[in-house]
């Protein structure tokens, strides 16, 4: 049985690792380690073996995880935003009059920015989630600050370890519910996987 097979293969170890400690040496970190070495890959091949068993889930267990979990089905709130970076602060003051007196962002961005990777999609940035702008703010708390302006509008400039941003919220994208059919694979391997689990842990206290 795998409780069996474990055992004998734990008890092995046991017992080399007991010559050991006679020896001398069977508390060194080393010896410990080689210890868990050994097992790891009886263990993972257990857990292999169980997976491959497992049951998959039926197309209404697959719907009613998705129910009883929406939460975790969550796409955060974010925006979609642009930038423009340079390094003086009087140019980007500069900038940003010339930006409240209509000229385009995109043009500005694209003729002023040093940012190589944006400047030439008018600083486009992309869509960033919350989580994200969360983080950013730990360490750059201004910046993260300009990514929540309202949508359409361009913050003041603001600095960085890299200089100075003008940055401009193109879109906010409210947070959304992730549709079944696109996380229908991923919940029946997790499904799976507590399956496996469980066998696993029955098997072993058997």
Excluded: C
């Excluded at 017992?15 to 020896?23: R, V």
């Excluded at 719907?63 to 929406?70: A, I, P, R």
């Excluded at 509008?153 to 079944?180: I, T, Y």
């Amino acid at each position: 049985t795998l409780k069996k097979s474990i055992t004998n293969t734990l008890i092995d170890w046991v017992l080399l690792g007991q010559a050991g400690i006679e020896g001398g040496f069977g508390d060194a970190p080393e010896a410990l380690s080689a210890v868990e070495r050994a097992a790891r890959p009886l263990l993972i091949s257990a857990m292999r073996e169980r997976l491959q068993t497992a049951d998959a889930p039926t197309a209404d267990e697959i719907e009613v995880y998705y129910q009883e979990h929406k939460s975790s089905f969550m796409k955060p709130r974010a925006v979609e935003a642009a930038h423009i970076l340079v390094s003086d602060e009087k140019l980007a003051h500069a900038l940003y009059k010339r930006l409240a007196a209509g000229e385009d962002f995109s043009e500005l961005a694209r003729l002023h920015s040093k940012d190589l990777p944006t400047k030439e999609r008018g600083g486009l940035l992309g869509t960033i989630a919350d989580p994200i702008v969360d983080a950013m703010a730990k360490a750059e708390p201004k910046l993260a600050e300009a990514l929540r302006v309202p949508a359409g509008q361009v913050s003041a400039p603001v600095r960085s370890a890299s200089g100075w941003h003008l940055v401009k919220v193109l879109k906010v994208v409210p947070s959304s519910l992730r549709p079944l059919n696109e996380l229908s694979a991923q919940i029946r391997e997790k499904i799976r996987s507590e399956r496996a689990s469980a066998a696993f842990r029955a098997a072993t206290l058997s």
